[in-house]
């Protein structure tokens, strides 16, 4: 009998890890350059990820838990239709390192603080209130000291020099040459032109001019008597005064001045609507730009580019392929930006840095998105935009299962699955392929050979829930990859096969994988034809059966077992009889993938066998024994060829019983769902709701243990079953809160191969949708009620079909801090089990928790950090239980404070009102950031403590 729990995944989006190096001596960054420019430090982005659930085999439920910013994978439970498998739980506080090229053994090493390939990054995420533990600290600072930090007001001048003592370069941006560098702070008041004029005496000057995120905006380091001018938003603006030539001995006087006209907007930046683009049919237009239009930094939040922009907002309702055509107003460099609706973050840019025409491609999960463009160096003109939707095929994105030991063929091609459509908060255009491999207990290797024709193969390996990229390794030489992995965790892994470098690579390519078991000296697998018979012994130096198949519980741990590998080219009854007159034999059959297994053991005989229905396709029998004897025996395999069924759903509608028979000409839960090896006969249904609504199903019988299944019509994950419970009763069923569609019923029996009569009655109740929204402020406590009648977690933006009861808050965050959250229920029985889950305004998924152990840990709790802003709270149960429940909400302000100078002694002196410093780890002086947003104004400090931008 199986058990499900219903629980939709929880998931934590990755952050990314957004760091660049500042440029040599050279001018201004190229237009590409300068819109992708991060801050010279490490950002974070949250964004949420909607899980890719197997086709027909389970409905997973995964919460993580973060301490310290390090995901933790509190705990996971896998329930097959085999039963309550669970995966083993990875260790706390820990991931793995991302592959480094080390050669055929590649170790993966686990550390608390991962890095990982071009992804990596900390993680904001999820702390008990009772035990929060410190916060982790930024990376250490290069140098333990204190640079002087001069104002320049708009209008003032300056006149100084480069002499010993001052600070050198690296010291404020951690890299790069060593030239004596003067720094100074510039704040804009409002929207406007800065000009900047610098003159060298005796030497030639220059400078580079940074937002107050530390972005490059200008640089005049190859000129003498340098001058610059750009318009740009209200801030703060950093001046680095240096030898133009980066000579470390260059030293003399400069005169530095600034001026700053005011150009106010004249009416509000406004987007043009595209609303949600359709596959297939192009939108765009021809648009105007002018000196009087929006700027770029006035449409995307966090740069101070200041490019004259257009913005349109679209929507895509499933993942697809945006191709965009740009046509630039002439004399200008045509761009194109991606961001959230409200502006920020900057998803993904493109920049034609030679020509006016703009072509790209952008691969965008589902949601909804602002397509900034404009022509950089331009000043009037039109900007022709052309804009083409593919939605994404269904199924491009479905996990295959891959078996120990059977080679896998596939090819990357378009239509395959695109890295940016997983939702992991990556924008990765690459294409790829994706593998679900199960690792057992008691592994001591994993090796993997990945060889591909037509590009250059490349592996990533994530969680199961695709939450967090664990590692990444390449062969940029085209050749094949050859990994021995040791000490891997056991675990479900989710393997990603793309092209290493160039992300649209085509071509064919093999994957095999093998797993060695601890003192394991031959783990083979022998392939054997139908119709015929081999002779072979269980033997000491094979494969303990329990080692390699975790999941056979059944047999003792020191028995042994040999392999078999046996492919049919047609639908039929698979039988295999195993005989032995000095062990008490067991057949095991699996599927490629070892997704069920079927066991074969008869406790009044030495002999056993078995038969299964198959699908063309490879399967594996394992010959055993419950025990360790050693002996002789004989194997023969048949197949008998089975007619083909139809298997396409019939319609049920609503009211009368409809009667159904399961008998020997009906499909099996294998043709209904590709890959199963369920030997239970099933008949599949559709039904259709004309509304959001709560559906009844129920299957009756006398002869048959019924089971009912609900899906989406495509099969691709299992929203609700029912089973009877009840001994002695055959009864199943269904009630189900749904949004309006089409769903797939299947009704069996609960026993292989069952036969009998059964009927089976649909009914459906439409239910408005109730869902309104409290403000909750950011200190306080209040008790609520979740109710059937109110709103669903199916009616929120992305909530998918597995449905419980969840109450809406709106939470205002004054300034950047900790926002502690906790949801407590008192009802340990039939009450609330509580979920939390916090989201920004525009519905992008920050953090969640759940307690996971119903009645025994009745709350679940956040504490993240958080800026300003304003946040939606979803308070749900993960039982589906409806009931009362407290909610506390408790907001700890970050306490920095400013730092400026003491004129004419460079020393650091508190700015008067403010209140007592904080000094962070690593940093030289306290720092403060402004209620506005993270701004630290001092460089090192910046680069030290590690907040963003």
Known sequence: MRWHRSLFTLLLGLLLLQAAALASASPAPPLDEALASPPLQTQTKRGGAEAL????????????????????????????????????????????????????????????????????GARNGSRNLADRGERAAGPAAPNDVTCPLAMLAPGDEAIGSLAEGD??????????QAPRVDAYLSQLSSRGRLEIALEGQGFEAGFLLLDGSFRQLASSLDTMDAGSALTLPAGDYYLLVTSAALDPEVAGGYRLSSSFTAEPLGMPCQEQPLGSLVSGVPAGGTHGISPADCRLFDLVTGTSQGYLAQAWSFALDVPGQLDLSLRGAPGGQPF??????????????????????????????????????????????????????????????????????????????????????????????SRVDLYTVVVPQYLSAWTIRLAADGFDPALRFYTVDLETWLQGVESPAGDALDLRIDNVDPATYILAVESSGDSQGEGGYTLELGFESVDVADCSMQDLATGSSVDGALEEGDCYLSTSYNQLSFADIDARLDQYRVTVARRGLLSATVSSSAVDMALVFYDAGVNYPSIFDDPSSMNASGDVIVQPGTYLILVGSATPDLGAYRLRVALDPLPEPDCSPKALAFGAPVAGMLEQSDCVFGDHFAGDFLQRYADALQVSLPARGRLSLDLRSAEIDSYLELYPLDGSGII??????????????????????????????????????????????????RCSEQDLPVDASLTGSLDEDGCWTIDLPGGGYLGVPTDLYRLVVPQRGVLNLEMNSEDAVDGVDPVLFLYTDDWQLVAANDDLVPGLLLDAFLAVDVGPGSYRLVAATSTGLTGAYELVSVFEPEDYRFVTPTPGTGEPTATPGEPTATRLPGTATPTRVPPDGPRIYLPMALRATGLGG
């Open 53 to 120: 659930r197997h086709q027909g085999k389970s409905d997973a439920s995964r919460v993580h838990a973060v301490t310290k910013g390090i995901a933790r994978p509190a705990a996971a439970a896998r329930l097959d239709r085999s039963g309550a498998r669970a995966i083993p739980e990875v260790e706390d506080a820990a991931e793995l390192r991302a592959l480094d090229r080390l050669g055929p053994r590649l170790p993966l090493e686990r550390t608390p603080d991962a890095s990982a390939l071009r992804l990596g």
């Open 167 to 176: 600070c050198r370069l690296p010291q404020l941006l951690g890299a790069g």
């Open 336 to 429: 194109a930006v991606i961001t959230r609706p409200d502006g920020r973050p900057m998803l993904a840019a493109s920049a034609d840095a030679i020509g006016s025409d703009l072509t790209t491609t952008f691969w965008l999960p589902a949601g909804g998105y602002r397509l900034v463009a404009g022509s950089a160096g331009a000043s009037a003109g039109n900007l022709e935009l052309a804009l083409g939707y593919s939605a994404m095929a269904a199924g491009a994105c479905t996990p295959t299962r891959a078996l120990p030991g059977i080679p896998l063929s596939g090819s990357l091609n378009e239509g395959d699955c695109h890295l940016a459509w997983l939702g992991t908060g990556s924008l990765d255009p």
């Open 720 to 769: 609700a079953f029912g089973a009877d419970w009840v001994p002695g009763v055959l009864d199943a069923r269904i009630e189900q809160m749904l949004p309006a569609g089409d769903y797939l019923v299947v009704a069996s029996s609960e026993l292989d191969q069952q036969l009998g009569a059964y009927e089976i009655q649909a009914s459906f109740e439409p239910r408005a949708a």
